[in-house]
Nanobody
Framework: VQLQASGGGSVQAGGSLRLSCAASGRTFSGYAMGWFRQAPGKEREFVAAITWSGSSIRYADSVKGRFTISRDNAKNTRYLQMNSLKPEDTAVYYC????????????????WGQGTLVTVSS
């Protein structure tokens, strides 16, 4: 079972990036998937999550209106479109999966990807 996050990079403030999280090794049918991030010296924090059906989506207040989470079930892939990036968005971004319902709690996710670094310069 693997989650592979990709799409990170370095951008200037105001720029955009799209992160991808591809699942392999098993089907994640019915699983909710979330994005978390961890900046240097800080705890891992919730960014966004989406159910398998897409019927339930949640965002952290800090990214509402700037980030969009989406899914492609045929590809077993989730995306995080990040617009209007700010220096404070700089972090390693992780995708994670848990059964059925979304949650903002990292401890409630069973599967984790390896992380992809996003650096936003001012």
């Amino acid at each position: 079972v693997q989650l592979q996050a990709s799409g990170g990079g370095s951008v200037q403030a105001g720029g955009s990036l799209r992160l991808s999280c591809a699942a392999s090794g098993r089907t994640f049918s019915g699983y909710a998937m979330g994005w978390f991030r961890q900046a240097p010296g800080k705890e891992r924090e919730f960014v966004a999550a989406i159910t398998w059906s897409g019927s339930s989506i949640r965002y952290a207040d800090s990214v509402k209106g700037r980030f969009t989470i989406s899914r492609d079930n045929a590809k077993n892939t989730r995306y995080l479109q990040m617009n209007s990036l700010k220096p404070e968005d700089t972090a390693v971004y992780y995708c994670a999966a848990r059964p059925v319902t979304i949650s903002p709690m990292a401890s409630e996710y069973n599967y984790w990807g390896q992380g992809t670094l996003v650096t936003v310069s001012s």
